[in-house]
């Protein structure tokens, strides 16, 4: 040992100081003097010196080491539970960067542990899960040059106290992220720092004053998805922030208190928020990256948005206009008006104003021989005029002058134009989210509450006859029951759109959140959505019932029976509840439009539920029209020696019902189709027209053309309301037609025209060999 400090005696007289000496000194030092548990690594950079010791051997910190070192790395051991306010003691002078990382088992440090470095800059506690509060810890801390402050991913459940810095000190990073954070009290954070970062906490609340007394640049409260609980007042205190970040949160509003100056605006993948501040209150905003398109709405038409906060906002204009006109009213009311220039009158403007618009005068230029118009934002129904009947009469802010205090206001400030800041918004409002109302048309709102009332009315008709009547319920009253309550949910779709479109008329994005993420659209959706997979399944069954009942009239053993109706009916209503229930599991989502229909595609289950709705709609729609034409041409053959009237209205009925039907399907199937495929030919807003009116159609015209225009259905409404004391008469007639003796055979289409009740809902009884029965009459 002596012989080895000989040599480094030697070898340093021999040469002079360097730093790669003291390097070499400081490594041998190392090496030597550290235990074989645990080594200390130098590295050095013209006149810095970093010292990084590792190894479970480290019970504390090492006060051995070289006094110059700037940088102190602590790292990768499990003995270190406590630092004590000594352990830096003898690096005090120089000392920069403190970084203690991948300690398991640090609990504690202690009070005072970085005071008086004068040299601080960094100080880095990385993966110390152990650490639970940190009371204390920039106590005594003196530096000027103190710039940044991290405590990451251990189990820090409370802020450290911030106020201990100077208040001259302004950190560059404030980095909190990963820990346990549970809450941010009043008064919390009270620091000077360019960004301050709280990110992956479990943070639930923030309190009113959380920052108080603070300067922040950028805030990030990014990924807490327990934060639910914002105070009105969280921000209040807090100076001359720029951005916030509430990204991936469960917040349901934003405070404005505090964010006058903020800039910048992020809250993506944050579905509950429902309202957001309007540019009234965040008067410095230029960007803003949210989660919902209808809250970029809010900045494009900020009148509708806050309607109160915009009249508060133009009678402050007025105020100011009379203020400013009252002080120059003097002798010289025309020379002091010519001689007020534009800084004259921006001095008396109170400093919140101008930062919530952006104020262009347009002040005569006496220099030039042109005459100027008349310009200004408040300025209606005004003519140009000459530029010396400008100071004769200021005008008036509307047509009819507003008086205050009995007093005409006059607009004393020239030619003003006031325009609120533009804010780039995303996601900005797309084809399936337009900033408009829910029905995007005055006639199409005002037309759809008569399709809701008569696909209410006659449906609910027809559901109430038949299952009030005392007819015995066949295979064909109980098909057209259920096509009527199917078609009675889609009238009770609309009616709700209709009623919420009339409800928030003119403002609808400020109910869109409620709307959309609401129970009502989720009902709406569920309804549209089982009432058209119902009601297209339904038709299907009524057209291969009526058309087993033409084409095999003789033998009644190749019937449908009331039992297998029951059985099917029962599969369609298991298949339409299931269609109707996975958008409310998550295949596509019934939050997408404003009109609750599924048409979000976002993954390849979205486009196989999609997908499969238009091939199961289209194959119905084709076999109802194979159907109907097999009956016709089965009524041509078998009826040709029947009457020419009676063959032309059965053709005319079902010409009518395929007609319905292709009117009400192919538009919607054509143009989805084509938007599913990725080339829309219309937008949303056009696409209204389809959906809200041409689709619901079949749900109005079905009881008409399936029930109410049936010579039985009135039959039965007559029986019914005779119960009540009314139509007694006309009752009775129908009571004896049906007491009547069977007559002689007829051909099918003379009884159908001059009995229709005989074959109704699959009464007809065969009159004659060939004669073809079941229920034509109806078809």
């Given at each position: 040992m002596l012989y080895r400090m000989f040599l480094a005696t030697l070898f340093l007289s021999m040469m002079e100081t360097t730093t790669a000496q003291s390097l070499l000194i400081e490594r041998y030092n190392s090496i030597a003097v550290s235990p074989a548990t645990y080594n200390c690594s130098?590295?050095?950079?013209?006149?810095?010196?970093?010292?990084?010791?590792?190894?479970?051997?480290?019970?504390e910190i090492p006060n051995y080491l070289n006094s110059t070192l700037n940088k102190l790395i602590i790292s990768n051991t499990k003995n270190i539970s406590v630092i004590g306010m000594k352990s830096?003691?003898?690096?005090?002078?120089?000392?920069?960067?403190?970084?203690?990382?991948?300690?398991?088992?640090?609990?504690?440090?202690?009070?005072?542990?970085?005071?008086?470095?004068?040299?601080?800059?960094?100080?880095?506690?990385?993966?110390?899960?152990?650490?639970?509060?940190?009371?204390?810890?920039?106590?005594?801390?003196?530096?000027?040059?103190?710039?940044?402050?991290?405590?990451?991913?251990?189990?820090?459940?409370?802020v450290p106290e911030l106020f201990f810095l100077p208040p001259e000190n302004t950190l560059f990073l404030l980095d909190l992220d990963h820990n346990k954070i549970a809450k941010l009290h009043s008064n919390s954070i009270k620091v000077s720092a360019q960004q301050v970062t709280l990110n992956f906490n479990d943070i639930t609340a923030i309190e009113d004053y959380a920052f108080n007394g603070s300067q922040i640049g950028k805030l990030h409260i990014t990924a807490?998805?327990?934060?639910?609980?914002?105070?009105?007042?969280?921000?209040?205190?807090?100076?001359?922030?720029?951005?916030?970040?509430?990204?991936?949160?469960?917040?349901?509003?934003?405070?404005?208190?505090?964010?006058?100056?903020?800039?910048?605006?992020?809250?993506?993948?944050?579905?509950?928020?429902?309202?957001?501040?309007?540019?009234y209150d965040l008067q410095s905003l230029k960007m803003a990256k949210l989660t919902h398109h209808f809250h970029c709405c809010a900045f494009k038409y900020p009148k509708q948005h806050a309607p109160t906060k915009h009249a508060l906002y133009e009678d402050q204009m007025r105020?100011?206009?009379?203020?400013?006109?009252?002080?120059?009213?003097?002798?010289?009311?025309?020379?002091r008006k010519r001689s007020l220039g534009y800084t004259d009158y921006m001095s008396q403007i109170p400093p919140q104003l101008h930062r919530l618009t952006n104020l262009t005068f347009n002040v005569p230029d006496t220099n030039q021989t042109t005459k100027r118009p008349l310009k200004g934002h408040f300025i209606e129904n005004q003519k140009p005029r000459e530029y010396e009947d400008i100071y004769e009469d200021m005008g008036t802010f509307h047509s009819s002058p507003t008086k205050i205090n009995d007093t005409p206001i006059e607009v004393f400030c020239g030619n003003i134009s006031f325009k609120l800041q533009n804010v780039q918004c995303v996601p900005a409002p797309n084809a399936l989210n337009p900033c408009e109302d829910i029905m995007g048309f005055t006639w199409?709102?005002?037309?759809?509450?008569?399709?809701?009332?008569?696909?209410?009315?006659?449906?609910?008709?027809?559901?109430?006859?038949?299952?009030?009547?005392?007819?015995?319920?066949?295979?064909?009253?109980?098909?057209i029951c259920n096509l009527a309550f199917a078609d009675l949910c889609m009238g009770l779709y609309l009616l709700l759109i209709a009623s919420m479109d009339y409800h928030s008329v003119g403002t609808y994005f400020n109910s869109a959140f409620a709307w959309q993420y609401g129970i009502g659209c989720q009902i709406a959706g569920f309804l549209t959505v089982f009432s058209g997979h119902l009601s297209i399944f339904t038709l299907t069954v009524v057209?291969?019932?009526?058309?087993?009942?033409?084409?095999?009239?003789?033998d009644l053993t190749k019937r449908i029976r009331l039992r297998t109706a029951v059985e099917i009916m029962i599969g369609g209503w298991i298949y339409s509840i299931l269609m109707a229930a996975l958008p409310l599991i998550g295949i596509s989502n019934y939050r997408s439009t404003s009109i609750c229909l599924p048409m979000e595609v976002k993954s390849i289950f979205d486009k196989a539920y999609l997908y499969s709705i238009f091939i199961i709609n289209g194959f119905s729609l084709g076999l109802i029209v194979f159907c109907y034409a097999q009956i016709y041409f089965s009524l041509g053959y078998e009826t040709r020696r029947a009457s020419h009237?009676?063959?032309?209205?059965?053709?005319?009925?079902?010409?009518?019902?395929?007609?319905?039907?292709?009117?009400?399907y192919t538009p919607v199937a054509f143009f989805g189709l084509c938007a599913l495929v990725g080339y829309p030919l219309i937008n949303i807003t056009k696409s209204k027209i389809l959906l809200v009116f041409f689709y619901p159609l079949n749900a109005c015209a079905n009881p008409y053309l399936y029930a109410l225009m049936t010579a039985q259905y009135r039959r039965d409404l007559y029986m019914i309301v005779s119960r009540c004391g009314f139509f007694k008469k006309r009752a009775q007639k129908y009571s004896l037609r049906d007491d009547m003796p069977m007559a002689q055979p007829t051909p099918l289409l003379q009884n159908s025209e001059n009995n229709p009740s005989q074959c109704y809902n699959n009464n007809c009884r065969l009159k004659q060999n060939g004669s073809s029965g079941g229920n034509t009459s109806n078809v």
């Open positions: 130098v590295y050095s950079h013209e006149e810095d010196f970093e010292v990084h010791c590792r190894g479970d051997g480290l019970a830096f003691e003898p690096y005090r002078t120089r000392l920069q960067d403190v970084i203690l990382s991948d300690l398991p088992n640090l609990r504690v440090i202690e009070e005072g542990t970085f005071a008086d470095i004068s040299t601080l800059r960094t100080i880095y506690i990385y993966n110390a899960p152990q650490i639970k509060f940190i009371y204390g810890l920039l106590k005594g801390v003196t530096s000027k040059q103190f710039r940044s402050l991290r405590i990451v991913n251990t189990g820090l459940h409370e807490n998805p327990k934060l639910t609980e914002l105070g009105e007042l969280a921000f209040k205190g807090l100076l001359n922030l720029r951005e916030l970040d509430l990204s991936q949160t469960s917040i349901t509003t934003l405070p404005y208190e505090g964010l006058e100056t903020i800039e910048v605006l992020k809250i993506r993948d944050t579905a509950t928020l429902h309202t957001i501040p309007s540019l105020q100011i206009c009379v203020q400013n006109q009252k002080s120059v009213q003097t002798n010289d009311f025309k020379k199409l709102r005002n037309s759809v509450w008569f399709v809701v009332i008569l696909a209410v009315v006659g449906n609910t008709a027809v559901v109430i006859v038949i299952w009030f009547s005392k007819t015995e319920v066949n295979v064909s009253r109980f098909l057209t291969i019932e009526r058309w087993f009942a033409i084409k095999y009239a003789i009237k009676g063959e032309m209205t059965i053709a005319k009925k079902m010409a009518l019902l395929i007609f319905v039907d292709f009117a009400t």
